[in-house]
């Protein structure tokens, strides 16, 4: 009975593979969303304030963190959690494939969700002026928070590690 309930619940693990590919779904999404983006910024380019044109690229810039991330997320979680990737020798893989363990995916998670809360940041900055004072310094506790947090689970892991 122990053996065979043992066995299931490590077969569970298979549950989380729809997860993760319904992640690749989400990419896609991402994607179209990008591109989207960036068919309506085209023609109206050259007409823009420096300022607008650069709250644009911001927000590209914020999509494809948010794209790594999702990446990061769905191949590290699949391999740490479900099943090894079985790559042919000569496909491409990526260097950190294999090498990231829950504890360094949650650190590179934090270090990513402070750079797209940094650029988002930013963004609120450039349009400061029609933003209240109020939001502003919520905006920057918020962000401030991520960056404990991050540093937090950063300083943990190598507590960990060392033991």
Known sequence: MERALEKLMYSSRWLLAPIYMGLSLVLLALAVKFFQEIIH?????????ETNLIL?????IDVALVGGLIVMVMLSGYENFVSQLDLSEGSEKLGWLGKMDSGSLKTKVSASIVA?????????????????????????????TFVVSAFGMGVLDKISQKK
């Not at 644009?56 to 590209?60: E, K």
């Not at 400061?128 to 918020?142: E, V």
């Open 41 to 49: 910024l085209a023609p109206s380019m050259l007409e823009m304030t």
């Open 56 to 60: 644009a690229i911001l927000t590209l």
């Open 116 to 144: 797209i809360s940094a650029i988002h940041l930013l963004k609120v900055f450039m349009n400061a002026k029609d933003i209240d004072d109020n939001k502003l310094m919520w905006y920057c506790l918020i962000h401030l």
